[in-house]
């Protein structure tokens, strides 16, 4: 199964997609026959007789009618075609060329469509006339457009179906697009592109209008795969490469989905190539946070980016790097082409803000007005708000007057900026006259948002300790009778979301005000800061919208404008949407968005039976509707993939679970499940199959699938001996800023000391590295390393070990002692070494009678030294011992 999912294909035509089990007029109620299902491909070019008879049940009714005379199915037909119908009702039967003849006389009354039922009875009667009875292909090729003209789909699926079992070929490509329009209206993604898969393994060309249909629809319901694999053989076929629209619509689809290389694939096999398949290209790359690729592409097309990409850009990186590194990658974009207007240094200059460093703040804005250009209210505020933040308040009135010499009005947004900031330098004589400024209101808290009632100034006339914050014009000590803290966080946040002007909050906040002008404004403005629509503020806007009826349509275009938004709005705004659409007359809008809620039933119920099968130790089913998920176009959850190739790998089925993760992988289907990775890499190794679990894991980690922690295949990588690969993953691991396990630097430390090379250095290099992100060695890695330096002969460095993990607060070995002790007797060093016998009594452990003996041996021949304390060494060797030194 897994195999026919895998993306094995040609660039026009994917194998997958032309080996489905089942073929485009299946039926979601039928029963299936497996035996016969599994082995069936379209490139055989042909239908099977089990999908035929599959959908025999579809006609059970039309079954009855076949077995009427043929006078009473021709008098349902009298008033149509009555010179023909006369002739007729004298036979017995119809041959081949009389049901021609009939066919062809209805056709010219086409406008009596309600006829078509009973001429498909007649068509189905004479077909079942005799054994070997067989119709003229012109006759199949009339009925089948009449069907799908009535809309009798299910009819016209038959007829096809039976067409393939007698060997008839049907090569007018009108009538099968019709059938995929008629897919199409009735919202039936799956059915129109199994059919559209169909007629290319046929050698039928759609027409070009079927392309633009079938794509336009699975941009709608986000169908990527599809629409990509639609759109890049319509390329290839006809080479429509001037319709940018449809296609570009693909290609700003997949680079949503963060498929950007697919994007630029198919953007290649245009002719001409324009700025706007560019710009979806860059934002792309930007939405993967992929910066060096994206200055790369831009070079390599040549491509001047325009403020709405550039300024998308420098949004992004402020978020990611900060203001610095962000005018620094925007000095670069200025050097290919990108000329930045006031929008892209109000993004800095609110980010410098934001960060608290006013000064290049300050130079921003000093260079908009270098450029010629004025700086926006939003730039000012965030420098007011920035200059408030830091207490200097001082400074806030040079601000204004620039402000009113570019002509910029005092909005209710800087007003509301100025009274939060002196409220919060409990300056409220200046709150009160940038108010009387602005307006007639003299109470300034109302502008911040507070209850005047709850906060009011007080004067401190109490005797004891003073209660004054602050002191007015007259020398009158004042305080807040308030809580202060709700009141300082109230202002704070009028600052703060002024330093960074947040559209979807202004956007949410005008639509509930009702203010819907005020909202689709600052929609249009958003682009040009940098920002894009969230899913909340999509999903406020849209229920603002259609509740309005001088609105509503501009919803229908949002609908279109963002499928992906649209896709991931919940049930409850669906079912909200459906409504207000039904009672407002928009019926197609509503029928789209009941499919796209059915849609999203379908795959909670699939994806509830994948986990609930496997609940239940039931794996096999558990596979076969993931796999079914995936033919069909539907993207599973991170659970349903974890647990399915967690079965198959505890399963020891290893190979499945590989095509199932190239098959999400060749999909662009990044989950960042660590389970995922693990599970295969720890399956492959305990098979002992290291080459393949190497290739695995460089895979992963080359394509960015970087699970956050790797500890467990580390140390099994180890313990086999596949340290390079171990090491790289360590390093990954340190990269995405997770630190690992302390086991699993001592599994690669134990590792390289196992090494017949010699690896001392780069284990004394991880263990160093250990230390410093306060990680605890064990025992054994110490111990380890103490015995390798004594093997290296460098004793000294073993001793350094040794003291350093007593610092930390460990305990060594008896045993690492005694090696580090017997080495410096070797080396005749009896100072050192009754160091170390002192540090071993310290740490509990009791010197053996052979070490006493050497030490006291050794010293026999010179004088005993003395300690900076004046007492010598056997006093302290006894002394160690329980013995009481006399003088």
């Known amino acids: 199964m897994l195999n026919l999912l895998s993306s094995r294909y040609s660039t026009r035509l994917k194998a997958s997609l032309l080996s489905r089990r089942h073929s485009f007029a299946s039926s979601s109620s039928s029963t299936t026959s497996s035996a016969s299902s599994s082995s069936r491909k379209y490139v055989s070019s042909s239908l099977s ?36 119908t006369r002739r007729f009702r004298r036979f017995h039967g119809l041959k081949p060329e009389q049901v021609l003849e009939l066919l062809l006389g209805f056709e010219s009354e086409l406008q009596r469509c309600g006829k078509v039922r009973p001429l498909w009875n007649i068509f189905r009667w004479a077909s079942k006339q005799h054994k070997g009875f067989k119709h003229h292909s012109q006759v199949y090729e009339i009925m089948a457009s009449l069907l799908i003209r009535e809309g009798m789909v299910k009819e016209a699926e038959l007829l096809l179906l039976e067409m393939e079992k007698d060997g008839e070929t049907l090569d007018n490509e009108v009538v099968f697009c019709d059938l995929i329009q008629k897919y199409v209206d009735g919202f039936d993604s799956r059915k129109a592109v199994m059919l559209f898969d169909w007629m290319r393994g046929k050698g039928l060309v759609p027409l070009s209008s079927c392309y633009e249909t079938l794509i336009d629809h699975l941009v709608r319901v986000c169908k990527t795969e599809s629409a990509y694999r639609v759109c890049l053989d319509w390329v290839e076929a006809r080479d ?76 992004s990186l402020c978020r990611k790097f900060g203001s610095e590194r962000a005018y620094v990658y925007t000095e670069e974009l200025q050097r290919l082409g990108f000329k930045p207007d006031e929008a892209t ?94 307006s007639k209101v003299e109470d300034p808290l109302t502008k911040v948002g507070f209850d005047p009632l709850a906060v009011r100034l007080k004067r401190d006339n109490g005797s004891g300790l003073s209660k004054a914050e602050f002191f007015d014009e007259l020398g009158n000590g004042l305080y807040l009778d308030t809580d202060l803290d709700a009141y300082e966080e109230k202002v704070n946040m009028v600052l703060d979301r002024s330093v960074l002007p947040e559209f979807n909050l202004l956007i949410v906040g005008a639509c509930e005000d009702g203010d819907l002008h005020r909202a689709l404004s600052l929609l249009d403005e958003m682009p040009r800061w940098g920002q894009k629509l969230s899913r909340r503020g999509f999903t406020v806007l849209m229920k603002s919208l259609c509740v309005s009826r001088s609105y509503v349509r501009v919803s229908v275009s949002l609908m279109r404008k963002w499928p992906k938004l649209a896709n991931q709005l919940d049930g409850e705004t669906l079912n909200f949407l459906v409504q207000e659409y039904c009672k407002k007359g928009l019926s197609r809008q509503s029928k789209l968005i009941f499919h796209r809620m059915s849609h999203q039933t379908h795959l909670h119920i699939d994806n509830f039976l994948v986990y609930g099968y496997y609940s239940c130790g039931d794996y096999l089913n558990s596979l076969r509707y993931l796999s079914a998920m995936i033919s069909e176009g539907m993207r599973p959850n991170k659970r349903s993939l974890r647990v399915v190739i967690s079965s198959l790998c505890e399963s020891g089925d290893v190979k499945k679970a590989m095509e199932l993760w190239e098959v999400m992988e060749s999909k662009g289907w990044s989950f960042g499940s660590s389970v995922v990775q693990t599970k295969i890499a720890e399956s492959l190794i305990s098979r002992g199959d290291m080459a393949k679990a190497e290739d695995f894991l460089t895979c992963v980690t080359r394509n960015g699938l970087m699970a956050p922690y790797y500890d467990n295949v580390i140390k099994k990588l180890t313990g086999l001996g596949s340290l390079s690969v171990a090491v790289h993953l360590l390093n990954i691991m340190l990269k995405n800023r997770k630190i690992p396990d ?50 290296a002969c460098q004793v000294m460095e073993a001793e350094r070990l040794i003291k350093s993990m007593v610092e930390l607060g460990g305990t060594p070995s008896q045993e690492m002692f005694k090696v580090v002790i017997d080495r410096f007797r070797v080396e005749n060093n009896t100072v050192k070494a009754s160091e170390m016998v002192e540090m071993m009594q310290k740490c509990g452990y009791e010197v053996d009678f052979e070490t006493h003996w050497s030490l006291i041996s050794n010293m026999s021949s010179c004088k005993e030294k003395k300690t900076e304390a004046g007492q010598g060494f056997l006093s302290r060797l006894l002394s160690g011992n329980g013995f009481s030194w006399k003088r």
């Open 240 to 315: 429509e490469s001037y319709n940018m629209n449809k296609i570009g619509k693909v290609i700003e689809l997949l680079c949503l989905d963060h498929r950007v290389q697919e994007a630029r694939d198919l953007a290649r096999k245009l002719s001409n190539q324009t700025s706007s398949i560019y710009s979806r290209i860059c934002l792309g790359y930007n939405e993967k946070q992929d910066f060096e690729d994206l200055l790369s592409f831009i070079r390599e097309v040549k491509y001047k980016p325009d403020v709405f990409v550039g300024n998308r850009i420098v949004h």
């Open 345 to 438: 240094y109000g993004i800095l200059i609110g980010w410098c803000c934001h960060e608290g460093d006013l000064k290049r703040a300050f130079l921003y804005l000093s260079e908009i007005a270098s450029k010629g250009l004025k700086p926006d209210v939003y730039s000012y505020n965030a420098v007011l708000s920035g200059l408030f933040r830091k207490g200097l308040w001082e400074h806030t009135g040079c601000v204004l007057e620039e402000m009113k010499e570019n002509g910029v009005l005092l909005g209710l947004s800087t007003v509301k900026v100025m009274v939060a900031g002196y409220c919060k330098a409990r300056r409220f004589e200046e709150a009160k006259k940038i108010v009387k400024e602005a």
């Open 742 to 791: 302390s086991s699993s630097y001592d599994s690669v430390i134990n590792g390289l000391l196992r090494c017949s090379s010699n690896k001392l250095d780069e284990a004394r290099d991880f263990h160093a590295e250990m230390l410093e992100l306060g990680l605890s060695p064990s025992v054994s890695t110490w111990s380890g390393l103490v015995h390798k330096y004594i093997e």
């Open 49 to 84: 007789g089990d999908i035929l008879d599959r959908y025999s049940w579809s006609l059970s009714g039309s079954a009855k009618a076949s077995s009427s005379p043929l006078k009473g199915l021709l008098l349902d037909l009298s008033d149509a075609v009555p010179d023909i």
